[in-house]
DNA sequence: GCCGATTTGTCCGTATGTATC
DNA sequence: CGATACATACGGACAAATCGG
């Protein structure tokens, strides 16, 4: 839990816009105004736009404010959004979450599987396949790879609850940064065994690197979801030149 | 074009990443020894940092330094990267790309184009429709929807060249940010009529918002790609708390 | 285990440039 | 033209994490 000065600023600032106090595209409070309101720097209030920002909720507009452009949007289907577990989705989503784990076993980093995960060849691995359900349904299937000693002593029964938890909570690690890419592939026999496709033949997929804080990998993840239960949401800025 | 100088170390550094001057898991050199080497402040080298580790090109690890997590990734199908139109996408994955307007119509924002599109009610659009081609096979289909009054004497040949290229070259107006929602959707007939889905039934569908630099929505766009030559890459950050 | 050097994280105050009105 | 607002940059201070002696 951050206790920074800036943090406080981007979450209450983040909450006013939310809540609609700030008002869609009308402007924020001056800089200088927010100076004083929060009792700091100017770099702070700067820093703490900059990630409302990136975030698209604002964007500054030089020699003019800062514009609030934040509109709420409908959830119906599974939203994604940061990194964060499959139990954490499905509770921001409001939706009742179950595991069932399909495989468990311990493997090693050959060629083929190097390349897809990039760990390195060579690297012992636990492979865990696990089935997700929202409010009852079989919507999403997960391959995990997780590097084999950092996740010490897991267990099924820990893989049907949340390894994420696990990780930060007993082992204290600390989960850092996450490169994904999103593809749509078809369906294979395996989808179909365990997800009622309802005449879809292609799985939105998620294939996610997991860094912790030194910088080493220790998760690759493909999460293959039914396309009617998926959704993925994304803000993106121009950089000029 | 900036000139800015943490644009220039941003730029600089990122280059040795991805020329491996850098090697993957090493340590870069320190805020301090790059204030040397720039001979700049710390702020403005902490600023070029931050962005790279925004990007997923390094993670900063206190008290030991900033370490390279940057792989190059095989490129093979088309990826969507920042904001950019199809003819930048295209020239990044290296295909050669052309585009047929099949629509052009000037439109009024209804309850229904407006809840779909963000636009307000009644709003005057000129709606288009292109078939993009890579390397002369049909395959992606975008719904584009254009607040009028901003892109004034838009016509079906500009449109079949580059629409940002009028935007930014011609009418002076500066693309900001974007707001992006993928969802996999069910093809249409529409989509099949012109895209030889090759048995897949679905679609990536990338539904995207863009605001000038005054903060106003100037589009709404419903790109939507055969699955095999789609291609979305994303970087997330773990916010603790 | 402690101490000091190094390195990143946060915050401050100030100066200057540029865009808007 | 001057006032306001955001953009960039500098330098300094202290905190927190890491590492070696």
Do not use: W
Not at 56 to 64: A, S
Not at 117 to 135: C, P, W
């Amino acid at each position: 839990m951050p206790k920074a000065k800036y943090d406080h600023i981007y979450r209450d600032l983040k909450e006013k816009i939310e809540s609609e106090y700030y008002i869609y595209q009308d402007m924020l409070p001056s800089e200088h105004m927010l100076i004083r309101e929060y009792d700091c720097s100017r770099n702070t209030v700067r820093r703490a736009l900059a990630e409302l920002a990136a975030e698209g909720y604002v964007q500054p507009l030089h020699g003019k404010g800062v514009r609030n452009i934040f509109q709420p949007i409908e959830q119906t289907s599974f939203t994604v959004g940061g990194i964060e577990s499959f139990k954490e989705s499905a509770e921001r989503n409001r939706q009742k979450a179950s595991t069932e784990v399909v495989q468990f076993a311990e493997i090693m980093a050959d060629r083929k599987i190097s390349r897809k995960t990039g760990f390195r060849e060579g690297a012992e691995l636990i492979y865990i396949q696990r089935l997700r359900f929202l409010d009852g349904k079989p919507l999403i299937l997960d391959h995990n790879y997780f590097l084999k000693e950092l996740v010490k002593d897991l267990t099924p029964e820990i893989a049907a609850r949340s390894i994420y938890d696990y990780l930060e909570g007993e082992l204290g690690v600390t989960i850092a940064t996450s490169k994904r890419t999103l593809t749509v592939e078809r369906a294979t026999q395996i989808d179909e065994k365990y997800i009622d496709m309802n005449d879809y033949n292609c799985m939105a997929v998620i294939s996610s690197q997991t860094f912790d804080d030194n910088g080493v990998q220790f998760e690759f993840t493909q999460s293959r979801h039914r396309p009617d239960y998926f959704r993925f949401q994304d803000v993106a800025t121009r950089r000029k030149g």
